[in-house]
Structure formats: structure tokens, C-alpha cells
């Protein structure tokens, strides 16, 4: 079973690294700092011992080597012995106990010791220099006293570890601190969700924002934007249930009583006749109920992926394929215009069904013997697709309305669903087009104009 996520979990393992880093870092700055201070301490103290010994020299210039005391003094047994040396610039050595090396600028006489890392036998050690006059032998005295460097790293590397725990202490404090103020934070969202407990089901409204923290106002804003696509569909679902009831209320009626016309004379010619009208009105109804799909899916909220659509191609085939209708109801199709290259980005089934209906619409008025023009062109930016038809047409005042689902103008001659132009309307608009009308040629019949941007 898979683990909830949790967001004070999530939290504390976000801050674990960084701080576990911190952790790290703050031991390698104590270590530093820690070594910084322990070497300025033993310098000083460096420096100190040289000085006494400068002291303790003074008292024997002139001869030859220290007195007992001062070396009792400087060779007593410790874990880091402190080496020194006194040289004579003009007499060679005169007193040491390791040979070290003379200072790399050698020190003004009188001035303060010079300090300076050097490497004796492989060994690395702290050195301090300072020189002196010998006035008696007219000569120059350097005093170098050195020690070893492990005196100073253990005293760091104590300080290192008497200081990690306690880091480690705050930075478990910090934590616990945090999943505290998390745990109360989260609380902050108790009339969020006591809000949505509390909600009908067919409430769809939008959240009461003024309760809610602004660190979670986008997560609010995104739940009302769902609730909205919600209440959209609901409306779509119960608009198309109130289309599907008018718009079949008709036809089932009507079959009904064609059925009850055969079952009360069943004679063969009174039969034939019902089941011709049942075959119309089954007709009908199934065209209306394709209709009240296709209208469905253009006024769903979800926007198909769209792809290059050529329309002149898509027409010129559209209309090969609708010829033989035409002429079973004696009425001339025919197409005019490109060939190809009328390109727009769309989706081609909906694009074909815009097609399809105007198509239809344009057949039902044109009358017997009429005519039906369906025309592809480009203008500038523009893909204009128009469908003209030979039949009475449709008043300007109608126009407008014409795309209003189930209106049929007063004079329509025709029974239909009255939905075949608000399907291209609702098509149009999903591809940021446009659904016009105008009078047919020489003034006579309708003009239907969809535009689209071209490609």
C-alpha cells in the first residue's frame, strides 16, 4: 500500500539536507575558526618564549653558551617541545637543540619577533626569530624558537568536538520547531475544508476567499475554475437533455401514432403507409439525435488537438461524395474555387461537419431543379468557405437568429431540427471564426459565409 503523502513530512525531508549541509559546513567553520584562534594563542605564546629568552640571553653575551638555568628551562621534557636556536651571524651557533634554520628576512635588531612556518626534517613547525646586538663581541644574535603544529590542531579538533553536539541540539530544535509551526499552520485550512463539508452537491459556486491565506489563494482560484468548467458541463448536460426531449418529443409522437393508424387498419396499403411515415420520422429522428451530439461536442469545454486542415481538399471531396443526393432530388451541386492550399489549423472531423450541414441546409431549400454552390477562397489572412443555395432565402431581419438552436424562420418551407447552423456557429467559433449570411445570386436564395484564419 502505497504511503499518503504528508506535507509536514515532505517539510522536514526538504529541510533535512540543507541542514544536515549546514551541519557539515558549521563543523568546517568551527574547525577553522577554531584553528585560527589556537594559532594566534600559540604565536603569541611563541612569541613570548622568545622573548624571555632574549631576556634570559642578554645575561650571557659574550659567551659561548647558555647558562644551565635557561636550558633546563627550554629542554624540559613536554608532548610538543618547543626547539631553539641561537646563532651568532659572525660566530656559527652558540647554543640549540635543534638546527634550525636562519629566518627567511632576517629581523631588525631591537624589532619584534618575525613569525614563520618552516619545515625542519619533514616536520612542519612555528617559528619566531628576533635579533639582538652583542656589543662586547660586536656581533649580531638571532634567537629562533620554534615548535610543532600538534599542539595547536588537537586544541582545534577539541573545540570541534565539544561544539558539533551543540549544533546538532539547535538543529533538532529547529526542526521540531518546524513541525510545530507546520502542524498549526496546516490548521489554517480547517474552514477551507469545513467550507466544502458543508456544501450541497449542486453547489457550484465560488469559494469564500476572504478565509482563505494567501499562500493557498491559487490553489482556491484553481478549485473555482474547475467548479466553473463543472457548472458549464452541468449546464451543457442539462441543456442537451432538455434539446433531446423537444427535439424527440415529435418524432416519437408521431411513431406512435403510426403505429396506432396500422393496428387500427391493417389493411396491406394502410400498413405501407404507416411504415413509410415510421421510416421518415425514425429518419428524422435519428438525424436530429446525430445533430444533438455533434452540438454537444462543439460546446464542450475540452478543445481538440488541431492539426493543418486544407479545406479546399476537404470540400472539393465533400461535394464528389454529396453529387449523387443532389441528383436524386434534381438539384445541380457543384464546387468553384482552389483546388488546394485554403490551409487552416483545426480539427478536420469538426470541420467536416460544419461542411456537412451546410451542405444539408443548403439541399433542403434549394427546391427541385435547383442549385447548390459550394466555394473555398482565400482573402489575405482569411479561409472563406460559402455554401449558396437557388432556394426562396431568408429575410435580413432573420439573420441574426439563425444560428439559435431549434429557431426556423416563419416562411421555412421545410421541417427540420433547426440545429444544422448553430452546429457551424458553435464549429466556427471553436476555430476563432465567424458565421455570416447574404443573399444568394442575382438576390435570390441564402448565402451561408464561415470564416476562418488561414494558416
Same mark, same amino acid.
Given at each position: 500500500m502505497a504511503r499518503v503523502p504528508s506535507l509536514r513530512r515532505r517539510l522536514l525531508t526538504i529541510l533535512?539536507?540543507?541542514?544536515?549541509?549546514?551541519?557539515?559546513?558549521?563543523?568546517?567553520?568551527?574547525?577553522?575558526?577554531?584553528?585560527?584562534?589556537a594559532n594566534l594563542n600559540f604565536d603569541r605564546s611563541l612569541v613570548e618564549t622568545a622573548r624571555a629568552l632574549e631576556r634570559m640571553a642578554h645575561s650571557d653575551a659574550g659567551s659561548e653558551a647558555l647558562s644551565p638555568q635557561v636550558r633546563i628551562l627550554m629542554e624540559s621534557e613536554t608532548d610538543d617541545p618547543t626547539w631553539y636556536s641561537?646563532?651568532?651571524?659572525?660566530?656559527?651557533v652558540l647554543a640549540a637543540n635543534r638546527d634550525l634554520p636562519l629566518p627567511a628576512t632576517p629581523?631588525?635588531?631591537?624589532?619584534? !619577533?618575525?613569525?614563520?612556518?618552516?619545515?625542519?626534517?619533514?616536520?612542519?613547525?612555528?617559528?619566531?626569530?628576533?635579533?639582538?646586538?652583542?656589543?662586547?663581541?660586536?656581533?649580531?644574535?638571532i634567537i629562533s624558537v620554534a615548535e610543532g603544529l600538534r599542539a595547536r590542531r588537537a586544541l582545534a579538533r577539541e573545540i570541534?568536538?565539544?561544539?558539533? !553536539?551543540?549544533?546538532?541540539?539547535?538543529i533538532a530544535i529547529v526542526l521540531a520547531l518546524v513541525w510545530v509551526g507546520v502542524s498549526r499552520g496546516l490548521r489554517l485550512l480547517d474552514p477551507l475544508v469545513e467550507q466544502l463539508e458543508q456544501r450541497r452537491?449542486?453547489?457550484?459556486? !465560488?469559494?469564500?476567499?476572504?478565509?482563505? !491565506?494567501?499562500?493557498?489563494?491559487p490553489l482556491t482560484q484553481t478549485i473555482d475554475a474547475l467548479l466553473q468548467r463543472l457548472r458549464t458541463l452541468l449546464e451543457l448536460q442539462e441543456r442537451f437533455i432538455a434539446d433531446a426531449a423537444h427535439q424527440l418529443r415529435t418524432p416519437l409522437a408521431g411513431l406512435r401514432l403510426q403505429a396506432e393508424r396500422a393496428l387500427a387498419d391493417p389493411r396491406p396499403e394502410s400498413v405501407r403507409?404507416?411504415?413509410?411515415?415510421?421510416?421518415?420520422?425514425?429518419?428524422?429522428?435519428?438525424?436530429?439525435?446525430?445533430?444533438?451530439?455533434?452540438?454537444?461536442?462543439?460546446?464542450?469545454g475540452e478543445h481538440p488537438a488541431f492539426t493543418r486542415v486544407d479545406l479546399a481538399h476537404l470540400a472539393r471531396d465533400y461535394v464528389a461524395e454529396r453529387v449523387p443526393d443532389a441528383l436524386s432530388q434534381h438539384i445541380d451541386l457543384g464546387y468553384e474555387g482552389r483546388h488546394t492550399g485554403a490551409v487552416v489549423q483545426g480539427d478536420?472531423?469538426?470541420?467536416?461537419?460544419?461542411?456537412?450541414?451546410?451542405?444539408?441546409?443548403?439541399?433542403?431549400?434549394?427546391?427541385?431543379?435547383?442549385?447548390?454552390?459550394?466555394?473555398?477562397?482565400?482573402?489575405?489572412?482569411?479561409?472563406?468557405?460559402?455554401?449558396?443555395?437557388?432556394?426562396?432565402?431568408?429575410?435580413?431581419?432573420?439573420?441574426?437568429?439563425?444560428?439559435?438552436?431549434f429557431f426556423r424562420p416563419p416562411e421555412a418551407a421545410r421541417v427540420g431540427s433547426g440545429l444544422g447552423l448553430a452546429i457551424v456557429l458553435r464549429i466556427a467559433e471553436r476555430h476563432g471564426g465567424t458565421l455570416g449570411f447574404a443573399h444568394g445570386h442575382n438576390g435570390r436564395g441564402l448565402r451561408a459565409i464561415v470564416r476562418l484564419p488561414a494558416s
Open positions: 533535512a539536507v540543507p541542514l544536515a549541509l549546514a551541519w557539515i559546513g558549521s563543523g568546517a567553520l568551527i574547525y577553522v575558526l577554531a584553528l585560527h584562534y641561537v646563532r651568532s651571524l659572525q660566530h656559527g629581523p631588525a635588531t631591537g624589532a619584534a !619577533p618575525r613569525l614563520e612556518s618552516v619545515t625542519v626534517d619533514g616536520q612542519s613547525l612555528r617559528m619566531a626569530s628576533l635579533a639582538l646586538h652583542d656589543a662586547a663581541a660586536d656581533a649580531t644574535i570541534l568536538v565539544g561544539a558539533l !553536539p551543540v549544533v546538532l541540539l539547535l452537491a449542486r453547489d457550484l459556486a !465560488p469559494l469564500d476567499q476572504d478565509k482563505v !491565506p494567501s499562500e493557498i489563494r403507409a404507416a411504415l413509410a411515415h415510421v421510416e421518415r420520422l425514425s429518419a428524422g429522428a435519428g438525424r436530429a439525435a446525430g445533430q444533438l451530439l455533434t452540438l454537444a461536442r462543439t460546446q464542450a478536420a472531423v469538426m470541420l467536416r461537419e460544419a461542411l456537412v450541414n451546410l451542405v444539408d441546409n443548403a439541399l433542403n431549400h434549394a427546391g427541385e431543379h435547383g442549385s447548390v454552390t459550394v466555394s473555398v477562397a482565400q482573402e489575405l489572412r482569411t479561409v472563406v468557405v460559402a455554401v449558396e443555395d437557388s432556394g426562396p432565402g431568408v429575410a435580413e431581419q432573420w439573420w441574426p437568429r439563425l444560428g439559435e438552436r
